[in-house]
């Protein structure tokens, strides 16, 4: 048997006695009200009563709070973070076109994060040149060779030292290598 989760906004008489005659068990949060009156609707009541016995289970309450981390959490970093709060465009269909694409690109950030380890464009660019500098990092390493300018101990063969026919290196006489 199939549920529904939702919150408050979605509580009425009439959802509730039209998901009930489909055959679907609802858990949607009571808003508070007074006391309501149930005379002629049997049905609903009926309906009613049951999502509210539904909401006091544990299974109910843990769906609920599946439901907050997933939707409400989702809808604050669109609204506050992502500054959906105020949009500066006319009419609805605009508004309705921006919310699409904002969503789309949190949910594509959401998958890339399971998928690569990274949520954003910047933070995949940013991984990617990471990896490159590595990658030439490692090959600089095993390219480079030290680079000896003279004998830093003479031996029975070298007994005379060379000459070293680079103004600066003449006075010192010592080992160099190429880099830091």
């Known amino acids: 048997m199939e549920r529904v989760v939702a919150d ?32 002629g609707q049997r049905a609903a009541q009926a309906a009613v009563y049951a999502n509210r016995r539904r909401l006091k289970t544990s299974t109910g309450q843990a769906l609920m709070r599946r439901r907050g981390v997933l939707m ?42 399971q998928v690569r380890g990274v949520g954003t464009a910047r933070q995949a660019a940013d991984l990617l040149a990471a ?3 590595c990658i030439l990092r490692l090959m600089d390493t095993a ?27 003449r006075r010192h006489h010592v080992a160099l290598s190429r880099g830091c």
Do not use: M
Request: charged residues 30%; hydrophobic residues 40%; positive net charge.
């Open 143 to 169: 390219n480079r060779r030290p680079l000896v300018v003279g004998t830093p101990c003479p031996t029975a063969r070298t007994a005379r030292p060379r000459r070293c026919h680079h103004r600066l290196l």
């Open 131 to 133: 990896l490159c500098f």
């Open 72 to 113: 409400e959490r989702t809808f604050a970093h669109l609204y506050d973070t992502g500054g959906l709060r105020r949009v500066h465009l006319r009419g609805k269909d605009n508004i309705a076109k921006r919310l699409l694409i904002h969503a789309a690109a949190f949910h594509l950030s959401l998958i890339l994060r």
């Open 8 to 39: 408050k906004g979605y509580h009425s008489k009439q959802v509730l006695e039209e998901l009930a005659e489909v055959g679907v068990r609802s858990v949607i949060a009571e808003p508070e009200r007074r006391r309501q009156c149930w005379v």
